[in-house]
């Protein structure tokens, strides 16, 4: 039976099928798969059986990953092929001549002698448009650091400074951020970049997590990255008062985001710095927003009770954590009661 | 928010949840007490039972990597229920999950001919756990799973999900669990990991995914509940900032919704009832502190904001049920009305993870434990009902 996919001929492969033999008489978990699924994936399965490591193969991923991004299996197999289809391209390539640069596109590739180049960006590409698709998996991103991983072992000969970051990395990950700000994968792969391309001093990374923070002060994942680059690395690029100034100005925009306020409290640990110098700050939230009750930034009082804790105020320390616990913040009452034991203990 | 403050899409979609529940709440209250929603456990039998016992539609192939996760919800589910299992469904998972095990690394794939993955083999062996089938179990080949285990390890003590796959605290507990539940765990297997975790603590006190990442509730239950595996309560205690991972978990529950939230600023979701709320469990035991969490609003958001309008349970209100909040929603239920205990001697013979026992919770100021609401009390480190990890391990060293 003759068999095409795309471009691609099949019809030498047998199909194998997708359940066991041993489970056909079972309903428990069986998919009613579409005709469409179930004779892409005997195919799948068929070439994997094989470890057939070809462009046909490759192309065969694709469409396997468009139905199902999850296919863990597939993607490891994918990346097996194009590993080994790189791989040869740059053996060809020392023997032979330099490559052309055609841009991405599968279907254009004629097999052997694709220049790794074109293999690795054309992968880079696809991985892009796969990630738009699907907002929420974890082995797109982890697949995106394998190929760079491999373009720089294969392009540029181990110095990943040649990896173009601003051409490759931000545009996607813009798009992706405008889609949704706080994704956990694209901010998780931010955090690889700067750690592996060692990008704690960029100014970009200060500027791209400043500009989202204005968009949105409640923006979590922003103040998490931010955090990191500047006290994540091994000598600090910022300076660190400007910093807190920074902090201070975002927390008088939103007296009740917490995110700004742990912020502040992260950076007062890590730096061993004194709280007790935050005590004026802190201020300007209890006073003025006394009247206003229903909008008390519990977060202030907080740090107001620890202040007094240290200052040895035992029970100015204690009433300010009743206070929380009976009134400002009630759902955690208990929470609060335990602090206000160990203050008072302490 | 303030009122002066910029109205962003972190706000309004927070106003518009809190709205929504608040909504729920005000009309409970207003018909009065007795119309208070009960847990609705025919409802959610019926959803479980049903898919149990039929083939999956067309739709569920996005979930064609993830058959043993399918198998263990739906079981898992179904026991804290109350249910039961009939001896077909059990010889059918015992078939489906065997023919997943993948022959040259032991471990088992999430379907048929896949890569063994760690948290496809976590929910398989969870399911055999669950059907009680000693006998497939001990048809595991426990020295070829010790050297995939293995194979996985990563140097910084972490593990990959898979081969060339990802590594994250998931992933640790997932292995953690599977070496825990084989009896596998040695030195050179946990090398490392325990430092690894505690270096994913962020300064928001809860944990990533991966060191530096945001603080996350999945990440959190797992990196908590795998130093629970390795360490006694009192040891892991002097691993991590207690203090500061108290205060997060504290933070997560909101105060209008009653329910948990992932991390910093996201809204609740009814699965974090059991990635926080079980978590909460084991910090308990760690910190000393009883009620990190106000279990009463905790399960009053899942009994009114996260039970489906037919049957199954959901992550808020206008969502559709699916298999993992079913399962997930019921485990955090179940946290609400038990607490923990570490047994140090049940823990000497049997190990550390298996050193918990609950306590029903019959405060009525605490939360209200009423018969009609009851699940069945968790293991805490395991995410099955209380009973079934031991008893496998107890026949295995007979």
Sequence with gaps: ?346 | MSPTEKLTDTIERQLEVENSVQDIYDDILEQGSDKFPPLHRKAHLRYTNLFLHRPLTPAFSKLDASHPWIIYWLLNATLLLGGTIDSEVKSQVATDILSYVVEDEGGIGGGYGQLSHLASTYAGLLSLVLIGDKEDFQKLDRTKIYRWLLSLKRENGSFSMHLDGEADCRAVYCALCIASMLDIIDDELIKGTADWLASCQTYEGGFSGEPSDEAHGGYTYCAIASLCILFSPSKVKELIDVDSLVRWTASRQYPIEGGLSGRTNKLVDGCYSHWVGGMSALLECVSGERQVLRRVSLQNYILCCCQGETFGLIDKPGCAPDFYHTNYVLCGLSMCQYYQVYDEKKAERQGCAFGYRSVRIGDGDVVDNFERNKVLPMDPIFGVPEGYVDWLRATRKD
């Design chain 1, 1 to 346: 039976m003759s068999q095409k996919f795309g471009d691609y001929d099949y019809s030498d492969l047998e199909p194998l099928p997708l359940d066991s033999p041993e489970t056909d008489d079972i309903i428990l978990c069986r998919i009613m798969y579409s005709e469409e699924y179930k004779t892409l994936m005997s195919y799948m399965r068929a070439l994997m059986a094989k470890n057939e490591l070809s462009e046909r193969a490759l192309y065969m991923t694709e469409l396997v990953i468009g139905k199902v991004a999850a296919h863990y299996t597939v993607w490891e197999y994918r990346y097996k092929i194009v590993k080994e289809l790189a791989g040869e391209g740059a053996a060809d390539n020392a023997a032979e001549n330099a490559a052309d640069n055609a841009p991405d596109g599968l279907q254009d590739s004629q097999g052997p002698g694709v220049s790794p180049s074109t293999i690795l960006q054309r992968e880079l590409s696809w991985c892009g448009r796969i990630a738009l698709e699907n907002e929420k998996n974890y082995q797109i991103w982890h697949y995106r650091q394998l190929i760079i991983g491999l373009m720089i072992d294969l392009l540029y000969g181990g110095d990943s400074s040649s990896y173009d970051i601003e051409k490759e990395e931000y545009p996607i990950i813009s798009k992706m951020i405008k889609d949704d700000e706080k994704n956990y994968h694209v901010w998780s792969h931010r955090r690889w970049l700067v750690e592996t391309f060692k990008l704690h001093s960029s100014k970009e990374e200060l500027r791209f997590t400043e500009e989202l923070l204005i968009q949105d002060v409640r923006n979590n994942s922003a103040w998490n990255h931010r955090f990191f680059v500047i006290f994540g690395g091994k000598t600090m690029n910022r300076d660190l008062d400007e910093e807190i100034e920074f902090v201070k100005l975002q927390i008088e925009k939103s007296p009740t985001n917490p995110s700004s306020w742990n912020y502040l409290r992260g950076i007062y640990k890590k730096m061993g710095l004194n709280i007790g110098e935050l005590k004026g700050f802190v201020d300007k939230f209890i006073g003025k927003e006394k009247e206003k009750e229903d909008n008390l930034s519990v977060q202030a009082f907080e740090l107001l009770g620890e202040i007094y804790e240290i200052e040895n105020e035992k029970r100015k320390a204690g009433e300010v954590y009743e206070l929380l616990g009976k009134k400002l913040d009630v759902i955690r009452v208990n929470y609060w009661e335990q602090r206000r034991l160990l203050a008072e203990s302490n």
